[in-house]
């Protein structure tokens, strides 16, 4: 059974950058064909994909998102990160990581909620 656990600050000032890991279990992040990504909520709207790494280390990003987005991974740790640089009240919002195998959805973290305040 493949896990996913998002981890984080709960809370970030305003222009900082925003640093979530994803940690997984149960399958590697290496693991050929898988996709991993990052999406977020904001209250009261809908889902917004924000971008993933592939098994290979390969990025995409969202256009609206990608001047401030970042993917990093560490395969020892089987992890990977997002950055979100100088971030505003807008992007206060509940993150999830996620799995995908042909652009399928298939785990997901339970989410961790963000909210950038001063």
């Known amino acids: 059974q493949v896990q996913l656990q998002e981890s984080g600050p709960g809370l970030v000032k305003p222009s900082q950058t925003l640093s979530l890991t994803c940690t997984v279990s149960?399958?590697?992040?290496?693991?050929?064909?898988?996709?991993w990504n990052w999406i977020r909520q904001p209250p009261g709207k809908g889902l917004e994909w924000m971008g993933f790494?592939?098994?290979?280390?390969?990025?995409y990003y969202s256009p609206s998102l990608k001047s401030r987005t970042s993917i990093s991974r560490d395969t020892s740790k089987n992890q990977f990160t997002l950055q979100l640089s100088s971030v505003t009240p807008e992007d206060t919002a509940v993150y999830y990581c996620?799995?995908?195998?042909?652009?399928?959805?298939?785990?997901w973290g339970q989410g961790t909620q963000v909210t950038v305040s001063s």
């Open positions: 996620a799995r995908t195998l042909s652009w399928a959805y298939d785990y």
């Open positions: 149960g399958g590697s992040i290496t693991t050929n064909g898988y996709y």
């Open positions: 790494m592939t098994y290979s280390g390969s990025t």
